[in-house]
């Protein structure tokens, strides 16, 4: 944890007040707290189907049950914030977050599971969209790539500690007893909300105040719409102004970004959602040795969250951007190693790596974002989180079919190549 408070100390001395700390520091546990309520899963997966008495690679529709609605929604959740109040909306999901964590630990077999996953998946959809937009409130242009990196590196970091403490739980009170305990992480997320605020200037936006005014305080130096237009935007049916306006943000002057995002998510988190059955299948570990592996995708997160300004500052945006991509390379490839020796050593390393290109790639799609549209950065950031998550529960779901196909030396390849051209894709990006 040295090297996580290195990092924040440095983004505190580049501007950050303790109280923005603090705010980020609270939303990144409630990022934590959905990211891991998802991931702990993944080591625990041959238990589950264990229990409920399906293949372990049957099993694997329950991550992709959670990350569909968990990505798909976010772009919703983003635009709702933008109306009633990030502060507000995030109370109600992590509320909810935490009732349908609940219900997963006490179904009794794969379809109640799959249909609890999928509602918790709706709960938690806007969780990270709703929190970066938040952070883009109560902080600079100039810090907030640093803030946003910060914000990822605790959540990611829970994506991966929860591998290692959902795969303990799991073989020493059993994986009932796991979702038992997010549970109550996911209710102390909620007790921590209650101490935050919404921004002055959002606050009074949100009362009725003009948007153009409110979008200049929020940005502090990006460009506005004027407010008839935003007004204009708001008026007709509700479904069909979101619809367009989420259509013309992903299509317009970033649709680089937002299509890197869908591939971000299809090739990392789909990767790292079959690794525990991996781990198991291929290397003989159980479900604590495999989630102490895959944990070093969390602490790598946090490392990489702590220094992406300091990269971001040498190379740009762009440039981080392509070492997380070459960094997802070197973890594909490591997992190749690992197949063909049977060791899990290698896995270890894939699992750093990809923690590193991951937190590397992901922040800065977002930072990227969150001009498509200064007036709903909400919508912005959400649209982000819908093509890396919804590409996640994709890649889940691809990666069973070609892992049944051809196994996992086929896997894995797949993804190399898939990384390789989203390098080359990355080359068109303007920072």
Partial sequence: ?????????????????????????????????????????????????????????????????????????????????????????????????CAGTFLCAVVPSLPLLVIARIVTGCFAAGIIAVSQAFVSDVVALEQRGGAVGILMGITFTGQGLSAGLGGILTDVVGWRAAFATFGVLAALAWVGLLGLREPSHRAAADDGSTRADAASSVSHSEPARPAAASDASRAGNPIAVFLRSAVRIFLGTRRTVYLLACSTGLLFLGVYGLMGTFLNQVCGLSSTQAGLVM???????????????????????????????????????????????????????????????????????????????????????????????????????????????GGYLALWAVAALGLLLQFFASIRLKG
């Avoid at 264990?50 to 049957?58: F, G, I, M, N, R």
């Avoid at 800065?364 to 498509?372: E, G, K, Q």
């Fill in 1 to 97: 944890m040295e090297h996580g408070t290195d990092g924040v100390s440095q983004h505190m001395a580049a501007g950050l007040t303790s109280v923005q700390l603090r705010v980020v520091a609270t939303l990144g546990f409630c990022g934590l707290v959905s990211a891991a309520d998802n991931w702990f899963v993944s080591p625990a997966l041959p238990a589950i189907a264990q229990t409920l008495s399906v293949a372990p690679v049957a099993a694997t529709i329950i991550l992709t049950a959670y990350m569909l609605p968990y990505g798909t929604l976010q772009p919703v959740c983003g635009s709702i914030a933008d109306r009633i109040g990030r502060l507000r909306l995030l109370r109600i999901i992590v509320a909810g977050l």
């Fill in 295 to 405: 944990m070093f995708y969390g602490v790598c997160c946090l490392l990489g969250g702590s220094v992406s300004g300091k990269l971001g500052a040498r190379r740009g945006i762009v440039g981080v951007i392509r070492i997380g991509e070459l960094s997802g390379v070197l973890a594909v490839c490591a997992l190749m190693v690992s197949t063909a020796t049977g060791s899990w050593v290698p896995a270890l390393v894939a699992a750093a790596c990809l923690g590193f290109g991951y937190i590397s790639v992901q922040p800065s799609l977002v930072t990227l974002s969150m001009d498509a549209d200064p007036l709903q950065v909400g919508l912005c950031t959400g649209l982000i989180g819908f093509g890396v998550f919804a590409g996640g529960g994709v890649g889940s779901a691809l990666g069973g079919a070609v892992l049944t196909a």
